[in-house]
């Protein structure tokens, strides 16, 4: 009986016979989510965000940072017992530092307030056409022009060995028709709120209902619809509420 080569014995052989090599598939670039300290915006909406690609078989790398990280700074405490449900424990998290060493590695650059996204473009000026806040690709998203945007309204399914399955194309076109949208649409608030100023339990649910809203919308916006029947990260129990949406959401 004679033994499968593995891929890695396969390439060698080919090699050794002078045969070119298959070509690697591209690495698929990353959905890059930053908030100031990396306490508490940031890694919730990642988090929100790597569950949302899980249920529709997405693999694409999604990684949280914050851009102004104090040494030894923890998590905000208060949020750890309302997130936990989720499966995130803000008591091991570290905050992390941002690092924007491969630009062009960045599919799409994530923030939470209007000063952050300023402080980022000039920080990075060739990051600032994938450059939104959550709540400005909500807000495009949901505008009339964005209907007639010539983006596919679900994403295709990947190709044979896994070829799209980090649904890249779609992402890509997606954030070009919303770059392209900015001017055309009225201005709105645009900020999530940091967690650190909220005082109250309440305010901070409603926080916490609003990431989960928008990051769910924002799932469906890159990869279309969930392939989890029934799933929704609106079932998250951030908050006692069962409406699916957070109030105010549009």
């Known amino acids: 009986m004679i033994a499968e080569q593995t891929e890695e014995q396969a390439d060698e052989s080919l090699a050794e016979q002078g045969e070119p090599l298959p070509a690697a598939a591209p690495r698929p670039r990353e959905i890059l989510v930053v908030c100031r300290a990396n306490r508490g915006r940031s890694p919730a909406a990642a988090f929100l965000l790597r569950r949302e690609a899980a249920r529709r078989g997405v693999e694409v790398p999604i990684r949280d940072a914050g851009l102004y990280v104090d040494a030894g700074h923890r998590p905000i405490a208060r949020l750890d017992d309302l997130v936990r449900p989720w499966g995130l424990e803000m008591?091991?998290?570290e905050a992390t530092s941002l690092t924007l060493d491969e630009p062009d590695a960045v599919a799409l650059l994530v923030t939470f307030e209007a000063a952050l996204k300023r402080d980022l473009a000039?920080?990075?000026p060739s990051v600032v056409d994938r450059l939104f806040t959550l709540?400005?690709?909500?807000?495009l998203s949901s505008s009339p022009a964005w209907e007639s945007a010539a983006v596919p309204r679900?994403?295709?399914p990947a190709t044979a060995g896994g070829a799209d399955a980090s649904g890249q194309a779609r992402v890509d076109a997606v954030v070009r028709s919303l770059h392209r949208l900015r001017p055309l649409v009225d201005p709105g608030d645009d900020d999530t709120p940091d967690p650190a100023g909220v005082?109250?339990?309440?305010g901070m649910r409603r926080l916490l209902d609003q990431l989960v809203y928008d990051?769910?919308?924002i799932a469906s916006l890159l990869w279309g619809p969930s392939s989890s029947?029934?799933?929704s990260a609106s079932d998250?129990?951030?908050s006692e509420s069962s409406s699916g949406s957070a109030a105010g959401a549009p």
């Open 199 to 202: 005082r109250r339990t309440r």
């Open 236 to 238: 998250t129990p951030a």
């Open 229 to 231: 029947p029934g799933a």
């Open 91 to 93: 008591a091991d998290h």
């Open 154 to 156: 679900s994403r295709p």
């Open 135 to 139: 709540r400005e690709l909500v807000r």
């Open 215 to 217: 990051t769910e919308r």
């Open 122 to 124: 000039s920080l990075e």
